[in-house]
Nanobody, 114 residues
Framework: QVQLVESGGDLVQAGGSLRLSCATS????????MGWYRQAPGKERELVAR???????IYADSVKGRFTISRDNAKNTLYLQMKSLNPEDTAVYHC????????WGQGTQVTVSS
């Protein structure tokens, strides 16, 4: 059974930083191309960062230069380091494969106050 468990979200002030984690199980994490997604109220879920099995990273323009995605294959865990946060980053953040193959976890709430 696949599990995706996100954590690390919090309420922060604009300009602040957070590090999100996604603990995974039930599939071969090291072979998966993974992504961080976010969904703001009233908006569709969007892919903001992705990392291939080889460690190649791609970012949405809205987060480029501020967010860093990484992975620890030994721990089956995906990370998202976020800095220079602004209120537009407020959303529930989820992880999944880039093909969205598995059931979504509960996500982790990031709220950025101005």
């Amino acid at each position: 059974q696949v599990q995706l468990v996100e954590s690390g979200g919090d309420l922060v002030q604009a300009g602040g930083s957070l590090r999100l984690s996604c603990a995974t199980s039930g599939f071969v994490f090291s072979l998966a191309d993974m992504g961080w997604y976010r969904q703001a109220p009233g908006k569709e879920r969007e892919l903001v960062a992705r990392i291939t099995r080889y460690g190649y990273t791609i970012y949405a323009d809205s987060v480029k230069g501020r967010f860093t995605i990484s992975r620890d294959n030994a721990k089956n865990t995906l990370y998202l380091q976020m800095k220079s946060l602004n209120p537009e980053d407020t959303a529930v953040y989820h992880c999944n494969t880039v093909r969205r193959e598995y059931p979504w976890g509960q996500g982790t709430q990031v709220t950025v106050s101005s």
